[in-house]
């Protein structure tokens, strides 16, 4: 009796494995690059890794179809190479000849893929789905673009600049203008080569400033 | 009656910084480098020293002895000169004019990727995703994500120059904020720009400095350091290296612009301009060196990125392919592998052709680009692959600045000066208002090359605008400076400034070597440009995501020959001009031709000058 059932159960399971082959329309391949992406921190890829990883795409049929019935044994893989790649099938719990659609473990698998992914510390470009392309995220894009910020910052404080020196230019005038006076006064230096008379203090005329008109 | 004498620098040293801030321009950044490149690295030294002192000493030194002496912009120098030579520093103010309505979109675009720096993600270091968030834009796939920040986001280029397009709202903005840049540091002449000069011309230094042990201690910088410093001495049997030398000195030290005139021209009379010359021109080759060591220290560690993750590439291809462990195949021994991957899989690897990249960190090096190219695409390139990109961006992007805003300076200056020598603009329009005039003159005209065809009108002005007419400009000054006006008159004048003669070796060089050089040049170009057939452009094609060669239209063929015509033709128009007035009233003295204030050539200088600071 339990013979036969040992029997029974082993041609079931050769029966299944015949169904995860390389040119199956229903599985994927996946690739896996440990060494590159985890460098010194890598883990050996061995019969615990690849438990975890069944369990983890039976986790992510579970997710999706919210069906229990989701197993280890439910997910078969083949081809194992030493590039760590593999095909995987995934069998219906109901019914251990058939196999789920592709569309459906594509549905599957990208609804779960951060969770795949984190299970091994790898990413969407390290742990490759090949036919099921990454989910790219959506980039942050602000309301204003950043450059309208610096630029804004920028003119507001050249701005600001004109303003502040063209109140003191205005300003100016009306302090300084005693003082300007007084220089043009007191002065006469290079203002008109005239030499200063009938003004107060000495003035040097030989001291000119502007000695286009001095002629010989 | 004056009502204010002529405005002077400061001090001395604001006259030097004014000329080495004008000199040292974007050419020394990004030409330099790409001519040491195209022509044996380190052994384009030897004609561009030799150049510096046959050509490039000996004429700076020539236009700033003018501008001392006769106190006046290009326009009333020439004239004093010889009344009918007015049209010489017409030339120049016509093509400093050029200038500066294409030079500032150089400052717009740095402003562009200076404020574009402010990101935790750089802009130009990852392609944008596509219209359904599927996988990066098209556009940027076949190109780089570099260039099509530069190419698509900046300019929006469209794909040929027929093409018309609206203008790029962040370009008018940026280039309205140059234009507002250049009017403050020119808006009370020398008062205002000998303060700014003290920054734009030190500045660019610093960050030099700061790039320079930055480049030098990034990884494969030491491959494109090697690669400059490797001379190819069999470049220098090649005639195209020496006229390359001799132009670049030539642009390089802002030769016939007139803005050294207008320059020299604030300076007191007796200031030793001689050895100014000479330390003005040394900083400028200097700088060219020092920026050179920089961009290949850059170019070095751009060149062994890319080459690296070419080797990586082809190393994931070759372990998904044959599905061999991780471990096997490391980036040193890639080459190894294909070679018996190649042997023992023939089938297989012939099905990898087409996917398979030569990786050759050598055409990697030599991959040389000159110009906006690689002002922008190579070094943002360069600079994303940096730890903290931000902080590299923003200085390098302020340190372009500086240094466009620098010889903006320089160009407003040679066109502000010569048009206040006249009486009626100064007495009627005070110096602000001038400068305000010319700013927003050329702010409108440029707005014109922020469209998308805008770059297309942008390179044709580069190349041809304040190029081959220089040549002629300078030729006809050094020849009328030498002949003309006599170089007995000129070491006269040098004395009376400088209290000695010069020495033979100046002269030798003023009145034969320098013409001699420059006719050659002269006539090479035009050679070159009669043999060259139809002009052509580079347009970027966004469906092959890189730029194909065109040919101009007809219509952009008779501007490009306007361009070259109308600053040419200035001056022996405007001595006919004079010679027909001349005739027309022969009562009239000489000098007062043009209404100018007088010249001192005209008038011998008192014994005072001795008793001035």
């Not at chain 1, 995860?20 to 061995?46: H, M, P």
Request: one cysteine or more.
């Amino acid at each position: 009796m339990l013979g036969a059932l040992l029997v029974l159960l082993g041609t079931t399971a050769c029966l299944a494995q015949d169904l995860c082959t390389d040119e199956t329309s229903e599985g994927f391949k996946v690739r896996l690059s440990i060494k590159t992406a985890l460098g010194q921190q890598a883990y050996v890829w061995n019969e615990s890794e690849m438990f975890l990883f069944r369990a983890t795409l039976a986790f992510a049929m579970r997710q999706h179809f919210k069906n229990n019935e989701y197993n280890v044994s439910s997910i078969l893989v083949c081809n194992e190479t030493q590039r760590v790649s593999f095909h995987f099938v995934v069998l219906d719990p109901s019914d251990s000849t058939q196999l789920i659609q592709k569309t459906a473990v594509e549905a599957a698998v990208r609804k779960s893929r951060h969770r795949i992914n984190s299970a091994f510390l790898l990413s969407d470009g390290t742990l490759e789905f090949l036919q099921i392309p990454p989910t790219l995220a959506t980039p942050y894009s602000p309301a204003t673009p950043p450059w309208l910020i610096a630029f804004g910052v920028v003119i507001g404080a050249v701005c600001a600049g004109i303003i502040v020196m063209l109140v003191s230019s205005l300003l100016g005038p009306k302090k300084g203008k005693g003082e300007d006076d007084d220089e043009e006064e007191g002065g006469g230096v290079g203002r008109n080569g005239i030499a200063c008379d009938a003004l107060d203090g000495a003035c040097n005329g030989g001291f000119s400033d502007d000695d286009r008109l001095t002629q010989m | 009656m004056e009502k204010d004498a002529r405005p002077n620098w400061e001090n001395p040293m604001q006259f030097v910084l004014a000329c080495v801030s004008y000199a040292v321009g974007l050419g020394n950044v990004w030409r330099f480098p790409y001519l040491c490149q195209m022509h044996g690295g380190g052994g384009f030294l030897i004609p561009y020293l030799i150049m510096l002192v046959l050509e490039g000493v000996p004429l700076f030194y020539m236009e700033l002895a003018i501008g001392q002496k006769m106190r006046l912009g290009s326009i009333g120098a020439w004239s004093a000169i010889s009344p009918y030579l007015g049209g010489i520093g017409l030339a120049s103010v016509l093509t400093s004019l050029y200038l500066c309505l294409y030079y500032n979109i150089l400052n717009a675009w740095s402003f562009w990727y200076l404020f574009n720096s402010f990101q935790s993600v750089l802009p130009w270091a990852e392609c944008p995703l596509n219209a359904n968030m599927t996988g990066p834009d098209e556009e940027c796939e076949r190109a780089t994500p570099t260039q099509y920040f530069f190419y698509r986001q900046t300019l929006n280029i469209s794909s040929s120059i027929d093409e018309t397009g609206g203008m790029h709202l962040g370009q008018v903005l940026c280039l309205l904020l140059a234009w507002v840049f250049t009017f403050l540091f020119t808006l009370r002449g020398v008062k205002s720009t000998g303060k700014v000069v003290y920054f734009t011309a030190t500045f660019p230094y610093v960050v030099l400095f700061i790039y320079l042990i930055r480049g030098l201690t990034l990884h494969g910088s030491a491959n494109g350091i090697k690669f400059m410093f490797t001379p190819k001495m069999e470049q220098l049997a090649d005639p195209r290296t020496w006229v390359n030398a001799a132009t670049q000195i030539f642009y390089s030290l802002g030769l016939g612009f007139g803005s050294l005139i207008a320059f020299a021209s604030y300076n007191e009379y007796n200031n030793n301009f001689e050895r100014q010359a000479i330390v003005v021109s040394m900083i400028n080759s200097g700088t060219s060196i020092f920026a050179c060591i920089v961009t290949f220290a850059i170019y070095g560690f751009k060149a062994t990125v890319n080459y690296e993750s070419c080797l990586e590439r082809t190393r994931m291809l070759l372990l998904n392919t044959f599905d061999m462990a991780e471990e096997l195949i490391t980036q040193d021994n890639v080459g190894g592998w294909l070679e018996t991957l190649n042997s023992t899989h023939p089938e297989q690897f012939a099905g990898l052709s087409g996917v398979l990249e030569e990786c050759d960190l050598e055409a990697e090096l030599g991959n040389a680009v000159e110009g906006a190219g690689l002002a922008f695409i190579v070094y943002s390139e360069g600079i994303k692959n940096m730890p903290l990109p931000q902080l590299w961006s923003v200085l390098y992007f302020f340190m372009l600045l500086t240094i466009g805003m620098g010889s903006m300076l320089g160009n407003v200056t040679a066109i502000i000066t010569p048009l206040r020598d006249f009486k009626v603009v100064s007495r009627n329009i005070s110096i602000e208002a001038l400068s305000a005039l010319v700013c927003v003159f050329c702010l409108l005209m440029g707005l014109s090359f922020t469209t998308r065809q805008g770059n297309y009108w942008f390179t044709m002005f580069n190349d041809y605008a304040a190029g081959f007419s220089l040549f002629f400009i300078v030729l006809v000054e050094v020849v009328v400076v030498s002949y003309v006006y006599g170089i007995t008159r000129f070491e006269k004048d040098v004395e009376d400034m400088l209290g000695r003669k010069p020495s033979w070796l100046w002269k030798v060089l003023l009145v034969a070597v320098s013409p001699a050089l420059l006719l050659c040049l002269f006539i090479f170009y035009i050679v070159g440009y009669i043999q060259g057939g139809t002009p052509t452009y580079k347009a970027w094609d966004k469906d092959l995501g890189r730029s194909v060669v065109m040919e101009y239209p007809v219509y952009g063929q008779v501007f490009i020959g306007l361009l070259l015509v109308s600053t040419i033709s200035c001056i022996p128009l405007s001595a006919l001009y004079t010679y027909c007035r001349r005739k027309a009233r022969p009562a009239t003295p000489e000098p007062s031709q043009i209404a100018l204030r007088e010249p001192d050539a005209w008038v011998v200088p008192p014994s005072e000058h001795c008793s001035q600071e």
